[in-house]
C-alpha cells in the first residue's frame, strides 16, 4: 500500500520515514507544542522513533494516516498533520496538526489542513472531519473557523494531561458544507 504524497503551494506532505526522526524528536521536545496536544514533552530520541513507528503501524491497520509538512523551497519538514481515529466504514475521522514554533503564524498549518480536507472528502469519502482542541488553543480555534468547521461543543474533562484532566472542545466539517467550496 502506497503512502499517498500530497502537494500545494508551499507545501510538500510526505510519509513520516525513520528518516525524520531528529525533526520529530525536535518538534515534540519542544513544551510550546505539546502544551495542546494531550501528551508529554519527549525526552529521549527513542520516543521519536516510536512515534514514527506507530503512524507506519496505524496507516497500515487503517486507523489512521499522518504526514510530514515539508517546506518545497528549502526541503524541511516543519511538522506533521494527520487523519486520527480514521473510520472509513462509518466515513468519518478527525484532523491533527502541529508545527515547530519557528514556523508559526506563516499559514502553513492551514494551507496543510485545506489539502487534508481536499483528500479526506475527495479520495477516502469521508463524510465528517472532526477536530478536538484545548478551549485556551486560540490559534487552533481562530484557524478551524476560518477552515468551515463548525464548533459543536464543549467536551468536559476530555484530555489528561500533566495529572489532571482538561476540557475540549469539538468542532466538525461534513462534505456538505464544502461541497460549493473549492480548497
Not at 481562530?142 to 459543536?152: H, R, T
Request: hydrophobic share 35%; aromatic share 14%.
Amino acid at each position: 500500500m502506497v503512502f499517498p504524497m500530497l502537494e500545494t503551494e508551499r507545501l510538500r506532505l510526505v510519509e513520516i520515514e525513520q528518516s525524520y526522526c531528529q525533526k520529530i524528536y525536535e518538534i515534540f521536545s519542544l513544551d510550546e507544542v505539546t502544551c495542546y496536544y494531550g501528551m508529554n514533552s519527549f525526552t529521549e530520541f527513542g520516543q521519536a522513533s516510536r512515534m514514527i513507528e506507530s503512524f507506519s503501524k496505524n496507516y497500515f491497520e487503517k486507523k489512521a494516516m499522518r504526514w510530514g509538512i515539508v517546506l518545497k523551497d528549502t526541503n524541511n519538514l516543519v511538522g506533521t498533520i494527520g487523519l486520527n481515529n480514521l473510520q472509513l466504514w462509518s466515513k468519518r475521522s478527525e484532523i491533527g496538526y502541529d508545527l515547530h514554533p519557528r514556523y508559526w503564524g506563516n499559514g502553513y498549518a492551514s494551507e496543510a489542513a485545506r489539502e487534508i480536507i481536499t483528500y479526506g472528502f475527495r479520495d477516502l469519502g469521508l463524510f465528517r472531519i472532526g477536530a478536538i482542541t484545548y478551549p485556551e488553543n486560540i490559534t487552533s480555534c481562530n484557524m478551524l473557523s476560518k477552515l468551515g468547521f463548525q464548533q459543536e461543543g464543549l467536551l468536559r474533562g476530555y484530555i489528561h494531561q500533566g495529572n489532571k484532566q482538561h476540557d475540549a472542545l469539538m468542532y466538525s466539517i461534513v462534505r456538505t458544507d464544502v461541497e460549493d467550496i473549492h480548497y
